[in-house]
């Protein structure tokens, strides 16, 4: 059986989420993943994640690194130095998949970890 991109997502970030549900520091986890979307949309991309990775420690690190695993990023390619070196069509192609893996992240968050 062939899976959608959306299902392939759905279930990278399901599995993502469901590791964080046995952390200490799952508010801030829903807490980022909540924000983030919008984050990107307002700031843009490269800020988005510079934001996160300066200012969330752990979490945050953990966050895009959740981020990364539900987009597919592979090769050891990081996000957020992708985000900063893309050449534009690779950059919007970037944040199109951002916002709708981060959506995916956003979505479960709010089901499993808040409560």
């Not at 807490?31 to 988005?48: D, E, S």
């Amino acid at each position: 059986m062939v899976n959608t991109r959306q299902q392939v997502r759905a279930q990278r970030a399901h599995d993502c989420v469901l590791s964080e549900s046995k952390k200490a520091d799952k508010e801030d986890y829903v807490r980022i993943a909540k924000k983030f979307p919008a984050l990107v949309h307002t700031c843009g991309l490269a800020q988005a994640t510079a934001f996160i990775a300066a200012g969330e420690d752990k979490t945050g690190k953990t966050y895009l690194a959740d981020l990364e695993n539900v987009m597919g990023l592979k090769n050891g390619k990081k996000l957020i130095d992708e985000s900063r070196t893309a050449q534009l069509i690779q950059y919007q192609q970037y944040t199109l998949e951002v916002i709708i893996s981060a959506t995916w992240l956003k979505r479960y968050s709010e089901a499993y970890l808040e409560e």
